[in-house]
């Protein structure tokens, strides 16, 4: 059975911005990848026939890492990010886009990669992520 633990958003941010001082921002793409591999553990879970998108969105909510998730046809906007942090310069929800990216592709079985082009950190009113090259 697997084991879960709680980290704070404060925690996360200070995890992402220690990261940041590092490697600048090279380690979004590993944030990135790390959010891809969650989702794929998620995905494991699926039952058949079971919706991607309506199943990993509950596991984003009940986990914490949204408030509330949109799939769209062009990708998705989510609300409460636990990765944002008002006042930014930068988007930062590089995990939550590996996430909803995976996810997508268990929905539509072909590679997808979002990115974030409205951000809470930035001072967007809510995260949109959307198809890389507008596909």
Same mark, same amino acid.
């Given at each position: 059975?697997?084991?879960?633990?709680?980290?704070?958003?404060? =925690?996360?941010?200070?995890?992402?911005?220690?990261?940041?001082?590092?490697?600048?921002?090279?380690?979004?793409?590993?944030?990135?990848? =790390?959010?891809?591999?969650?989702? +794929?553990?998620?995905?494991?879970?699926?039952?058949?026939? +079971?919706?991607?998108? =309506?199943?990993?969105?509950?596991?984003?909510?009940?986990?914490?890492w949204?408030?509330?998730?949109?799939? *769209?046809d062009?990708?998705?906007?989510?609300?409460?990010?636990? =990765?944002? *942090?008002?006042?930014?310069d930068?988007? *930062?929800?590089?995990?939550?886009?590996?996430?909803?990216?995976?996810?997508?592709?268990?929905?539509?079985?072909?590679?997808?990669?979002?990115?974030?082009? +409205?951000?809470?950190? *930035?001072?967007?009113? +809510?995260?949109?992520?959307?198809?890389?090259?507008?596909?």
């Amino acid at each position: 059975m697997a084991r879960f633990v709680k980290v704070s958003q404060q =925690e996360l941010d200070s995890v992402r911005k220690l990261y940041e001082s590092v490697m600048s921002y090279a380690c979004h793409g590993l944030f990135f990848r =790390e959010g891809m591999v969650l989702a +794929e553990e998620v995905t494991k879970n699926l039952a058949l026939g +079971e919706d991607p998108l =309506e199943f990993g969105k509950k596991v984003i909510l009940e986990r914490g890492w949204a408030e509330e998730v949109f799939f *769209t046809d062009s990708g998705a906007r989510v609300r409460g990010s636990i =990765e944002a *942090t008002p006042g930014g310069d930068v988007e *930062t929800c590089h995990r939550l886009r590996g996430i909803l990216s995976k996810l997508l592709e268990a929905k539509t079985r072909h590679r997808v990669r979002l990115a974030e082009v +409205e951000c809470v950190s *930035t001072g967007g009113r +809510e995260c949109v992520f959307e198809r890389e090259g507008g596909a």
